[in-house]
T-cell receptor, first 114, second 114 residues
Framework: AQSVTQLDSQVPVFEEAPVELRCNYS??????LFWYVQYPNQGLQLLLK??????LVESINGFEAEFNKSQTSFHLRKPSVHISDTAEYFC????????????FGTGTRLLVSP | NAGVTQTPKFQVLKTGQSMTLQCAQD?????MYWYRQDPGMGLRLIYY???????DKGEVPNGYNVSRLNKREFSLRLESAAPSQTSVYFC?????????????FGPGTRLTVT
């Protein structure tokens, strides 16, 4: 079975500061990795995903995540956050074979203040 | 193209009442899912339907039933609501042909059981 740990339930940060949201996973098989974002009162939407190849993946709005197999981590980073990045961020994994269900972490609420 | 739609948006039930949450997608996706989201627990899979005509239990199926009515629609039924089922419910859909394994989420149904 797969599991995901997001140790930080809430991360407050000032606008234009860098941020890192941590994600660690556990799995006995190879996995795909995802970050989803949930803006207030909305459903989740995919931010970025790691499937294979380069371990550094980027989103269109400046977020990036790096897959580290040895540390079983997939941390999300942004060098300079905006007020509009305030949201809840979920890390998720799915196994690579069979029917790929997503297993989500408990989420990290990013609070960006002026 | 509405994506994934859910009805109702809000619902208040008394303990023991029943209700059905409706979900529909217009993206011709094969797979559909029902999740519940609770504070500090992330999203947990209730039931899923890998393809039309099939349904399977997820992580927390007790107290729920589902029906995959056709390719577009996937409903979730609470036969006898309990306060522990107070939650936000999300429906999602995905299609493996679009690459593993982005799920598209609806806006959610906020359910309160008193």
């Amino acid at each position: 079975a797969q599991s995901v740990t997001q140790l930080d339930s809430q991360v407050p940060v000032f606008e234009e500061a860098p941020v890192e949201l941590r994600c660690n996973y556990s799995s006995s098989v190879s996995v795909y990795l995802f970050w989803y974002v949930q803006y207030p009162n909305q459903g989740l939407q995919l931010l970025l995903k790691y499937l294979s190849g380069s371990t550094l993946v980027e989103s269109i709005n400046g977020f990036e995540a790096e897959f580290n197999k040895s540390q079983t981590s997939f941390h999300l980073r942004k060098p300079s956050v905006h007020i509009s990045d305030t949201a809840e961020y979920f890390c998720a994994v799915s196994k690579r074979t069979g029917f790929q269900k997503l297993v989500f972490g408990t989420g990290t609420r990013l609070l960006v203040s002026p | 193209n509405a994506g994934v739609t859910q009805t109702p948006k809000f619902q208040v039930l008394k303990t023991g009442q029943s209700m059905t949450l409706q979900c529909a997608q217009d993206m011709n996706h094969n797979s559909m899912y029902w999740y519940r989201q609770d504070p500090g627990m992330g999203l947990r899979l209730i039931y899923y339907s890998a393809s039309e005509g099939t349904t399977d239990k997820g992580e927390v199926p007790n107290g729920y039933n589902v029906s995959r009515l056709n390719k577009r629609e996937f409903s979730l039924r609470l036969e006898s609501a309990a306060p522990s089922q107070t939650s936000v419910y999300f429906c999602a859909s995905s299609d493996a042909r679009q690459g593993p394994y982005e799920q598209y989420f609806g806006p959610g149904t906020r359910l309160t059981v008193t």
